[in-house]
């Protein structure tokens, strides 16, 4: 091989999800230690300065990890925070935004004031294709899983899931909130 490029990375690395640059870094890292010490290798990027731009140009992953685990400290990621992802399906459009926003209103109050869980305005994520269902998804922040647990606890004994018309489903630390 003469020469190896990642053409246009920014679009892995601005995927819209906590976990974007490192997957970037990871997917690309191994592209690049396939080639030989001799084949020259290309970054093609708007982004330059990105820290994963330059972790890769300058091969040196402690210091992108590094980086990457101040990020998330900052920003509440895992492994900081745990993320519970909530997705509301219904193929009724108007229904499955009202459920979204009633579910939403439901976590708040279990949610109280505590300051150590942190809860999203309900955000449309799509149809789901083959079955033409629309969904909403909600995202919440949690120091441990305890607080979850109870707020968890509170919802399903208040009747709250059943009541909706859309299905619910729920995720402890996805791979992907989008």
Request: hydrophobic content about 40%; aromatic content about 10%; some cysteine.
């Amino acid at each position: 091989i003469g020469l190896a490029a990642a053409l246009l990375i920014d679009g892995d690395l601005n995927h819209g999800d906590y976990s974007s640059s490192e997957n970037a870094y990871q997917l690309y890292r191994r592209f690049f230690n396939r080639m030989t010490e001799n084949t020259p290798c290309l970054i093609q990027t708007y982004e330059p300065d990105n820290i994963t731009n330059e972790a890769l140009a300058s091969e040196n992953p402690a210091d992108f990890y590094r980086q990457e685990f101040e990020y998330r400290r900052l920003m509440g990621y895992p492994p900081e925070k745990h993320l519970v992802l909530f997705s509301l399906f219904h193929s009724d459009e108007v229904q499955v935004a009202d459920d979204s926003r009633e579910f939403f209103c439901s976590l708040q109050k279990a949610c109280g004031s505590g300051a150590d869980v942190e809860i999203f305005e309900p955000f449309l994520s799509g149809m789901i294709r083959g079955n033409g269902q629309i969904r909403w998804k909600i995202l919440l922040k949690a120091k441990d899983l305890d607080a979850f647990k109870h707020i968890i606890e509170e919802i399903t004994a208040a009747g709250e899931i059943e009541r909706l018309a859309s299905k619910v489903s729920i995720e402890i630390d996805p791979p992907a909130t989008l």
